[in-house]
């Protein structure tokens, strides 16, 4: 039981280049999440999803895109990156029923340099 | 829109000291609440959470919390300090009928021997 994986945990982009950071749990949750994580900012919500083909904005989702064609994965699309997009990435999911509860598992992040 | 306000963005103790962070939420419906721990490179990980049924709620690594409607506060308390409890602590709400949880900015403990 990995638990939830992310993928890669390092990488640096150019401005204006794309990337998927990936997400893949194997606890059968519902709901998944991505979050960004910036010093004195705490985490602050990207997008997440309540199950599969549903997806829905966080508090900071412009320059993001996602999809879940699966229950398992929760890939998050940077299509043009800028360097305010420098950041810690965490991918975070939630068992069946608790999705309003809070009660998150997180990944171990991945960390996003943009030059 | 619902949001915690954690109180020291710093917190440093002496091992075996009481350990105390603060936290307060903006809501006129008590919400769900919870504090998440990260230790240095890793994700995070529940602590405790309150969901409306006993207002002193009891985590794990001997921390607890108590919920207080008057004081609109969450505070996390632990006895007694450990080296092992230096982290960056995070307060986080979830308000009832959402799928969202919304993070305070953390707390960064140091304990010194």
């Known amino acids: 039981n990995a638990g939830v994986t992310q993928t890669p945990k390092f990488q640096v982009l150019k401005t204006g280049q794309s990337m998927t950071l990936q997400c893949a749990q194997d606890?059968?949750?519902?709901?998944m999440s991505w979050y960004r994580q910036d010093p004195g900012m705490g985490l602050r919500l990207i997008h997440y999803?309540?199950?599969?083909?549903?997806?829905d904005q966080g508090e900071v989702p412009n320059g993001y895109n996602v999809s879940r064609s699966t229950t398992e994965d929760f890939p998050l699309r940077l299509l043009s990156a800028a360097p305010s997009q420098t950041s810690v990435y965490f991918c975070a999911s939630s068992p069946p029923g608790t999705a309003n509860t809070g009660e998150l598992f997180f990944g171990e992040g991945s960390r996003l340099t943009v030059l | 829109a619902q949001s915690v306000t954690q109180l020291g963005s710093h917190v440093s103790v002496s091992e075996g000291a009481l350990v105390l962070l603060r936290c307060n939420y903006s809501?006129?419906?008590?919400?769900?609440l919870f504090w998440y721990v990260q230790y240095p490179n890793q994700g995070l990980q529940l602590l405790l959470k309150?969901?409306?049924?006993?207002?002193l709620v009891k985590g794990i690594n001997g921390f607890e919390a108590e919920f207080k409607k008057s004081e609109t506060s969450f505070h996390l308390t632990k006895p007694s300090a450990h080296m092992s409890d230096a982290a960056e602590y995070f307060c986080a709400v979830s308000p009832h009928n959402t799928d969202k949880l919304i993070f305070g900015t953390g707390t960064r403990l140091q304990v010194f021997p």
């Open positions: 309150y969901t409306s049924a006993a207002t």
């Open positions: 999803s309540v199950g599969a083909g549903i997806t």
């Open positions: 606890m059968n949750h519902e709901y």
């Open positions: 809501s006129s419906v008590p919400p769900y």
